[in-house]
């Protein structure tokens, strides 16, 4: 029901990389470098970690990155932690509606 | 910067809830404030935004009838007001605060912890 689709789960282990999808259309993430992706721990508020796709806001860890390429962005995150199991989903400016559109949220599980 | 929402809500089908947003730690007019909803099961929706400095509001298509978004600088408050409300309202509403950085490019700095409203008979 998402306008931006993610994948349900993700899962790794302590140090490994991992990479979480965002697909959406040539009217949003492809026409746009309005692309964000935030984080959320349970009963917490959203924690906004990356923004422009690539950016990282002030405090971040490096260990978030993000891209995109044609309709689908991403975030990958390496050097995995305990800590970083949560919620992420991603939005983006969608021309067509002038407004912003979600990704239904991939839950992180660190094994 | 905190961002602090009033608490939950229990409301009969057609009625209105308004609930609130207050910010602190940093200028109020130096962000945009975004209403975003999730109901049970389903994703993020946008509702709607405020510019604090002139009162100007953008609200999404979809529930822009029955949705009001103003804001109060004497107090550091943005409020938002659904009315006629339905069953289908029954969700967590998250205000979310936007640093100025020129015109709003719908990216959500701040986060309140949410306002649960519950419309039921």
């Known amino acids: 029901q998402s306008a931006l689709t993610q994948p349900a789960s993700v899962s790794g282990s302590p140090g490994q990389s991992l990479t979480i999808s965002c697909t959406g259309t040539?009217?949003?993430?492809?026409?746009?470098?309005?692309v964000s992706w935030y984080q959320q721990h349970p009963g917490k508020a959203p924690k906004f970690i990356i923004y422009?796709?690539?950016n990282r806001p002030s405090g971040v860890s490096n260990r978030f990155s993000g891209s995109k390429s044609g309709n689908t962005a991403s975030l990958t995150i390496s050097g995995l932690r305990a800590e970083d199991e949560a919620i992420y989903f991603c939005?983006?400016?969608?021309?067509?509606?002038?407004?912003?559109?979600f990704g239904g949220g991939t839950k992180l599980t660190v094994l | 910067v905190q961002v602090d929402q009033s608490g939950a809500e229990v409301k009969r089908p057609g009625t209105t809830v308004k609930i609130s947003c207050k910010i602190s730690?940093?200028?109020?007019?130096?962000?945009?404030i975004h209403w975003v909803r999730h109901a049970p099961g389903k994703g993020l929706h946008w509702m709607g935004l405020?510019?604090?400095?002139?009162?100007?509001?953008r609200y999404a298509e979809k529930v822009q009838a029955r949705l009001t978004i103003t804001a109060d600088m004497s107090v550091d408050t943005v409020y938002m007001e659904v009315n006629s409300l339905r069953s289908e309202d029954t969700a967590l509403y998250y205000c979310?605060?936007?640093?100025?950085?020129?015109?709003?490019?719908?990216?959500?700095?701040?986060w309140g912890q949410g306002t649960l409203v519950t419309v039921s008979s």
């Open positions: 979310a605060a936007e640093r100025r950085r020129g015109a709003p490019e719908y990216y959500f700095d701040f």
């Open positions: 730690g940093d200028t109020f007019s130096d962000f945009f």
């Open positions: 405020v510019d604090p400095e002139d009162g100007e509001v």
């Open positions: 040539s009217s949003d993430i492809g026409d746009y470098i309005f």
């Open positions: 422009d796709v690539t």
């Open positions: 939005s983006s400016y969608r021309r067509s509606t002038a407004q912003v559109v």
